[in-house]
């Protein structure tokens, strides 16, 4: 089987498919606990939600103070955001900046966000090139928080669906986001709140 190439029109598709065939699921999908348990936490502040698909997360931010960026390389997911964050009222949709990117190459502002997260984004190229891109965005004193679905169960040995992709590792993580710029808090491999396999869960604050 051919391996699949992960770029604009796979995921155009592949949202197009979902919201069409689980429009319900899609509409009343809660933001991922990762997110909510570490932002609960912190001040409102400027955040870049990294692959923000369509916008669950970023509009649960906003509608706590948060300023959100959010990129994804779909625009059908990021016009599904746009549409949900203006029925969420003007308070909502003119706190968000919405703008498709590919995560393969793409590099935020320099120390601009309070938060950056990239919830389960998998690219065309290096992990590692990845995680340094994004942590650039990151401000002193501010978060980053990524999570990735691993390729191998560790508890049996087997391919999880992600076999064939590039998302964040622990092994990536911390060839990156080395002391003393950055305090890693979390970085580890957990099962998966819902469903089989592993997620690496990445937690880092950067110290200047």
Known sequence: ????KYDGDYWDSLWSRTIEQQAEKVALREPHS???EIAAELPPGCALDAGCGHGVETRWLVARGWKVKAVDFSLTALEYGKAAARDDGDAISDRIEWVQVDLGGWTPEPAKFDLVVSLYVHIAGQVAGM???LAEG???????LMVGHRPIDPTTGAKTSAADQNQVSVEAAKTVLAPPEW??????????????????VILARRNN
Do not use: F, I
């Open 1 to 4: 089987m051919a391996q699949e």
């Open 34 to 36: 990762y997110l909510t």
């Open 131 to 133: 995680v340094e891109r």
């Open 138 to 144: 990151v401000m002193p004193g501010g978060t980053l």
């Open 183 to 200: 305090e890693l808090k979390v970085a580890e491999e957990r099962p998966r709140a819902h469903g089989q396999g592993v997620d690496a």
